[in-house]
C-alpha cells in the first residue's frame, strides 16, 4: 500500500510548513510487523535553511525528529481501530536513544521507516530509524500518547 500526499492530508493534522512528510511509500500491517516507510523531500525553499544556516544549509534535528514522528503517526492512524472516523491526534512523549549520524541538507531524500514496538491502552512507543542514500541520519525510540482533543486530556488511559 502507498500513500500519496492527499492521503498523507487525510491522516495528519500538520499542514505547510510543518508537513513533514511527502509520501508513503510502504505499508506493512500484519500481526507480526507494523511498519511503514515515509518520505521527506528536503528542498533549500524550505523556510528553516534562511537561518540554519546560510552559508551551510543543515535541516535542524528537531525537525528531523518531527518528520520521523509523523511517519510514525501515520502508521498508528492506518490500524483498523482508527479508521471509525473519529478524531484522534498522536501526540509524542517521550524521545529516547537518539543519534544523528548524519547532517541532513537541501537535496537530499529522508527515507523514513516507522517500526511499531508496543501500544497499552492511549500509549505506546515506535522505533524509527531515517535514512540518506542508504547512509543512517538519525535513530529513536519514540513514546506517543493518543487523545481525541489538543489538550492533555487522555480519556481512557490505562
Request: proline share 6%; hydrophobic share 40%.
Amino acid at each position: 500500500m502507498q500513500l500519496d500526499i492527499n492521503q498523507i492530508l487525510d491522516n495528519l493534522p500538520h499542514r505547510y510548513p510543518f508537513l513533514l512528510v511527502d509520501r508513503i511509500e510502504e505499508v506493512i500491517n500484519t500481526e507480526e510487523t507494523k511498519q511503514v516507510i515515509g518520505y521527506k523531500n528536503v528542498s533549500y525553499n524550505e523556510p528553516y535553511f534562511q537561518g540554519h544556516f546560510p552559508d551551510e544549509p543543515v535541516m535542524p534535528g528537531v525537525l528531523i525528529l518531527e518528520a520521523m514522528g509523523q511517519v510514525g503517526a501515520i502508521l498508528l492512524k492506518l490500524q483498523p481501530e482508527f479508521q471509525d472516523g473519529k478524531r484522534r491526534l498522536i501526540y509524542l512523549t517521550s524521545i529516547d536513544k537518539v543519534k544523528f549520524r548524519r547532517p541532513v541538507k537541501p537535496g537530499d531524500q529522508l527515507r523514513t521507516v516507522a517500526t511499531f514496538l508496543k501500544r497499552r491502552g492511549n500509549m505506546g512507543k515506535f522505533a524509527l530509524k531515517s535514512t540518506v542514500d542508504g547512509e543512517t541520519a538519525a535513530e529513536a525510540i519514540m513514546g506517543f500518547v493518543i487523545a481525541s482533543a489538543l489538550t492533555l486530556d487522555m480519556e481512557g488511559k490505562q
